[in-house]
């Protein structure tokens, strides 16, 4: 045995479960890769376009203003930038998807201070700022074109020229139901399958439900908030179909809009969500009662955007309150979160 | 699984016993020299008996308790003192340790010690019996059983727990101390009992051992008041407050020992040294240690005396391989690393694992992601994940005031499940040393 050998001094413990933040961030990447098949599916090369820019902007961004040039790789970047593409109308100017990326990526997380700062969701930023800047394409859902590779709408409309001199627009089954003129709920199996209009990514429940299944059986995502969200929106909106105050029925809820991908991946985006499972619950029954709210009053045909980031805001609130309960103690009297 | 008592939370390690489980524990020849710390247990150090120059026979007392809470030290070897001087501890720091250079020649039978038999000694004489003996709780802490054999005259104990859980990853010691002698753990319990004034046992051991519960079950006589409850496999269920939630589906209160739900746990091995001191006025002079690791030729189990010293452990396992990265005393969660080969083996010691570089990967540091993970491994139900803010902004009267840090056992769950490997269970450590360095205010 040599007298000298290199061995490591550290503190316990020695061994490391084999999970890391860079593995998590990328097998959600990988889960998305069915949600983006049948995007590209439903609403062909417009779809992989729009998500393409939005990437695009959210990687330049990282890599240009992120905390070491390495950031980039830890895939939450990558992340930002695929649910800020699917959540915007297949036809999106592509420069508004790009410069959506870069906003969100900006201000909704490395001005925090990067990966695990931010208090809003980054993709939900991004698209907040869209809705706000491009009011007119960010509710502009081209009806189906004949041919799929056709483009739909007006991906390529140049930085503040007129948008859209001649696409032929759709409603949405949120928007159709709430402000159609026949109001017609589609059928539940139509949104399951996502044989309809809407958002690049948010079209087929079921693939969504997948995905977010398989980060759930392997840790990756914390399977109380997607439950609590759903469970709420369920059953308030069941109670309001009930007593006739509004023509959404429950199941409708469940599989339309953005409720499916925002609470699989958005509002379980870990950095922006309550630490304790009990936190988590109370996460998701304020996110699910904010979404049926705005649904049925409010002035906007989707409410599960602004529902996340109200309830993200509520984060560090809600991580004061759910405090756990010290061990061997009735209850935490003196803890506090900052 | 599923149906075994347990506790909430928790983690899952790769156990790797299989490396050692099956085999049996061989004496480790005596080393040309033993080298023997003054503080080898919680508490005051013990103070020297013999000066350099000094023949002492195996079994000899050379330091004896200072104090209450402390132990007393006896020759691991037959030989003569060499020296008293400072010596590299398994710790880090440099303690005032008893050389002896072990006799070649020596037969190193122990000398004839008169022994009472324990069933006529009174109940409360037998934990200074006990103190004679040197015993120190062998599951890792190393406090002085005597102590801990006479808890506080107004929290009565009314069970005993015999800790044969062995969650730490890699080590065998106490499996096989269950599987080689079952009747000396028995016997050790019967004089614990005797010791509490109690009748009452139960026998704790993780579900991952189905040998040892049913050696067990097979030597249990029949006229003991002891149950044998195999528990989930789950880390840390071998620390006390976890094994008494198991066991007794209560918790201890926060800050209080044991004793304040009336139970007391004591770890098997100790046990079974017990019942030595009785039988033969054998004192705790070795133990069944785990060699094992990926990065030691040669694994097994073996019972070494103490004050041997590390270099001379390895040697005799075959040596190292090439891919060797940490050399820990304890296991890989809550065990030290050892810096100097020069170090001897200790009481507390129950096993010396030798990590390779696959085992002990070195990860990047990234971000907090405040995933939460942490809270939900946390046995003690913490938040490391504020706490190790709290830590890093060196804010200690609010961690400890209002997180609880005292409450932390260092059981590393947090720093195992940490995605981002930050070293929460290390902020915490380093916390707790700077608090003592604090002057009490």
């Known amino acids: ?338 | 699984m599923r149906g075994l008592p347990s506790f909430k939370h928790g983690v899952h390690p790769p156990e790797n016993k299989e490396i050692t489980s099956g085999i049996p524990s061989k004496r480790f020849p005596f080393p040309k020299e033993v080298i023997l710390p003054l503080s080898q247990h919680i508490g005051m150090p013990s103070k020297a008996l013999v000066k350099p120059g000094d023949r002492v026979e195996r079994g000899d007392v050379i330091a004896e308790a200072a104090g209450f809470i402390s132990s007393t030290v006896h020759a691991t070897a037959a030989g003569t003192v060499k020296s008293i001087e400072l010596w590299p501890h398994p710790s880090g720091q440099m303690i005032p340790s008893i050389r002896i250079a072990v006799d070649p020649n020596s037969s190193q039978m122990r000398r004839n010690r008169i022994v009472p038999r324990w069933q006529d000694v009174k109940d409360e004489d037998l934990s200074k019996e006990i103190a004679k003996a040197g015993i120190v709780g062998l599951g890792g802490a190393a406090f002085p059983s005597h102590v801990k054999l006479c808890p506080p005259k107004d929290q009565p104990i009314e069970l005993l727990i015999i800790n044969g859980s062995e969650c730490e990853p890699y080590l065998t010691s106490d499996h096989r101390v269950m599987l080689e002698q079952p009747e000396m753990v028995y016997e050790g319990i019967r004089i614990e009992l005797k010791a509490l004034g109690i009748t009452r046992c139960v026998i704790g051991i993780e579900n991952n051992k189905p040998d040892a519960i049913e050696v067990m079950r097979n030597a249990k006589p029949a006229d003991l008041d002891a149950t044998i409850q195999p528990l989930t496999v789950k880390y840390p269920q071998g620390a006390e407050k976890m094994l008494i939630k198991a066991i007794m589906g209560r918790e201890v209160p926060s800050g209080a020992l044991p004793s304040a739900i009336g139970a007391m746990v004591q770890n098997v091995a100790t046990a079974a040294n017990v019942a030595a001191v009785f039988q033969s006025g054998h004192p705790l002079i070795e133990r069944i240690m785990t060699v094992s690791g990926r990065g030691i030729r040669k694994p097994g189990n073996w019972k070494i005396p103490f004050g041997t010293k590390l270099r001379d452990v390895i040697e005799h396992c075959g040596g190292l391989t090439d891919d060797v990265a940490e050399i820990l005393f304890g296991g890989p969660m809550m065990g030290q690393a050892i810096s100097d080969l020069d170090v001897p083996v200790l009481k507390g010691t129950g096993g010396i694992l030798v990590l390779s570089k696959d085992e002990c990967k070195r990860q990047d540091i990234m971000p907090c992601i405040r995933c939460g993970k942490c809270l939900e491994a946390c046995p003690i139900f913490l938040n490391p994940q504020w706490m190790k803010e709290l830590a890093k902004a060196e804010r200690y009267e609010e961690l400890v005031a209002e997180a609880h840090l005292n409450d932390c056992m260092l059981c590393g769950c947090c720093s195992f499940v940490c995605p981002s490997n930050i070293p929460l269970s290390q902020y915490f450590a380093m916390s707790k040393t700077q608090l003592k360095r604090l002057p009490k205010s």
């Open chain 1, 1 to 338: 045995m040599t007298e000298k050998t290199n061995v490591i001094i550290t503190a316990s413990p020695h061994v490391r479960s084999p999970d890391s933040t860079t593995k998590i961030m990328w097998s959600v990447v990988i889960s998305l890769l069915p949600v983006i098949a049948s995007a590209i599916y439903f609403f062909g090369p417009s779809a992989i376009l729009v998500i393409i820019a939005s990437v695009a902007g959210c990687l330049i961004t990282e890599r240009m203003f992120g905390s070491n040039p390495g950031s980039v790789a830890d895939g939450s970047a990558m992340i930002t930038g695929l649910l800020l593409g699917l959540c915007l109308p297949p036809g999106f100017p592509l420069w508004m998807a790009f410069l959506g990326g870069v906003f969100g990526m900006g201000f909704g997380k490395l001005i925090y201070g990067g990966l695990g700062q931010n208090i809003f969701n980054p993709a939900l930023v991004g698209r907040a700022f869209l809705q706000a800047a491009f009011p007119v394409a960010i509710t502009t859902w081209p009806s189906g074109t004949p041919h799929w590779w056709n483009l739909q709408g007006d991906n390529f409309a140049l930085p503040f020229m007129t948008p859209m001199p001649d696409t032929i627009t759709a409603a949405t089954p949120l928007g159709n139901l709430k402000f159609g003129d026949d109001p017609v709920a589609t059928p539940v199996l139509d949104l399951l399958l996502g044989t309809i209009n809407g958002s690049v990514g948010e079209t087929s429940a079921l693939l969504i439900l997948v995905g977010g299944i398989y980060l759930a059986v392997r840790g990756h995502l914390n399977w109380h908030i997607p439950v609590s969200i759903f469970v709420t929106t369920f059953l308030v909106s069941g109670l309001f179909y009930v007593i006739g105050i509004s023509q959404f029925s429950p199941w409708f809820m469940l599989f339309s809009g953005g409720l499916m991908l925002g609470a699989w991946y958005m509002a379980t985006d870990m950095v922006t969500s309550p630490l304790s499972t009990k936190g988590c619950w109370l996460f998701g029954f304020g996110i699910g009662l904010l979404t049926v709210i705005i649904r049925i009053w409010g002035g906007l045909p989707e409410g599960v955007m602004y529902s996340i980031l109200l309830m993200n805001a509520l984060v560090p609130f809600i991580n004061r309150i759910t405090q756990p309960r010290l061990f061997g103690t009735s209850g935490n009297k003196k803890g506090a979160a900052k």
